[in-house]
């Protein structure tokens, strides 16, 4: 007796259907899973068969679900969960995930938090494959371009979850050569005497990067990169004056914080993805850990001077 079309389709086929309504395009969705254009279109073509309903609108701009789209990828996900619990507890244990994750994050967070971190991410979880990626004018979450984003500003509305990874501060810095050799800095007037590196105004991608203004309203910077890291070089070769992240600025000796009592800013790193996503075993993975990153004591986003002492024990 023949199998009917609905008993036909399995788990393999609603990977690839998760792969597709996270993306929302063929070709990302084959990356992630490691296969061809073809066989992903191929795929949904036969699960949609095999259902008989239809589970994708296509256009030009990608795959959009459908409203029974929408439905079952409920189920499919629970379906996902339980399968990714089962795997890792039948075969290497309950800590273990799989799958790759994609992370944006700007490049200052990245290049000088994140990726000193990678050996013992990767040492936790070695079935895992991330991607970083730093030019986040570019990725967009509503069109799923990355699972995962640190960010500079909370995410108002839209289908996110978003919750504040770690407070973090800046200050002004120079070089020892530099200061030795220009005008003193007394008050915040006398930085109007000295040349300034700063971001390009007009391709600043998030309000919380806009800080010349907090320092003093009438700073004009003389070089502008949107490069944190060419800010960091230039500053470090004597350039002039530059408001930096503590939690790297501090890594160079040569740097010198200026008007440290009066010039102190604090921002913020945010860490959002899709709410279909917050549960995903190898998302929560990456969450997880960053959250226990950014907290451990040499990670330097709390300067020390901000930090609150610890309250004597009082003897009894």
């Given at each position: 007796?023949?199998?009917s ?5 399995t ?9 597709v309504?996270?993306?929302?395009q063929?070709?990302?969705?084959a990356?992630?899973?490691?296969s ?5 279109s191929?795929?949904?073509d ?9 589970l ?8 959009v ?7 079952f990828?409920e ?10 619990k ?5 075969v ?11 992370l944006?994050?700007?490049?200052g967070?990245?290049?000088?938090f994140f990726?000193?971190?990678?050996p013992?991410?990767?040492?936790r ?5 991330l ?5 986040q ?9 990355a699972?995962?984003s640190?960010?500079?500003?909370e995410?108002k ?6 919750e504040?990874l770690?407070?973090?501060?800046l200050q ?19 930085l109007?005497m ?6 390009i ?24 990169s ?8 230039a ?6 004056l ?18 440290p009592?009066?010039?102190?800013l604090?921002?913020?790193?945010w ?8 549960q ?6 990456v ?6 990153a950014v ?8 300067p ?9 024990k009082t003897e009894v």
């Amino acid at each position: 007796m023949p199998m009917s079309h609905a008993s036909q389709f399995t788990w393999d086929d609603l990977q690839f259907f998760l792969a597709v309504a996270r993306t929302g395009q063929l070709s990302t969705a084959a990356r992630q899973l490691r296969s061809s254009h073809a066989t992903v279109s191929r795929r949904i073509d036969r699960l949609e068969f095999a259902l008989k309903v239809k589970l994708f609108e296509r256009n030009p701009r990608g795959y959009v679900l459908t409203a029974m789209g929408t439905r079952f990828i409920e189920t499919a996900e629970k379906m996902e969960q339980e399968a990714e619990k089962l795997r890792a507890d039948l075969v290497e244990g309950p800590m273990t995930q799989r799958g790759l994750v994609r992370l944006s994050a700007p490049e200052g967070f990245a290049n000088f938090f994140f990726a000193t971190v990678l050996p013992e991410f990767a040492a936790r979880h070695p079935h895992l494959s991330l991607e970083l990626v730093t030019i986040q004018q570019i990725i967009s979450l509503s069109r799923k371009e990355a699972d995962l984003s640190v960010v500079l500003d909370e995410p108002k509305g839209g289908p996110y979850f978003a919750e504040k990874l770690t407070d973090y501060h800046l200050q002004v810095y120079a070089s020892r050569d530099y200061l030795a050799k220009a005008p003193p800095i007394c008050t915040r007037d006398d930085l109007l005497m000295h040349p300034f590196v700063s971001y390009i105004q007009e391709m600043i991608f998030a309000p919380g990067l806009d800080y010349l203004g907090d320092v003093h309203p009438r700073i004009k910077p003389q070089f502008q990169s949107s490069s944190i890291f060419a800010q960091l070089t230039a500053t470090r070769n004597g350039l002039g004056l530059c408001i930096l992240p503590y939690f790297f600025a501090c890594r160079y000796p040569e740097l010198v914080p200026v008007l440290p009592d009066e010039v102190d800013l604090k921002r913020h790193y945010w860490i959002t993805c899709h709410r279909d996503l917050k549960q995903q075993p190898r998302v929560r993975a990456v969450i997880d850990f960053l959250h226990e990153a950014v907290h451990s004591d040499d990670a330097g986003f709390i300067p020390p001077y901000m930090r609150a002492p610890r309250k004597a024990k009082t003897e009894v």
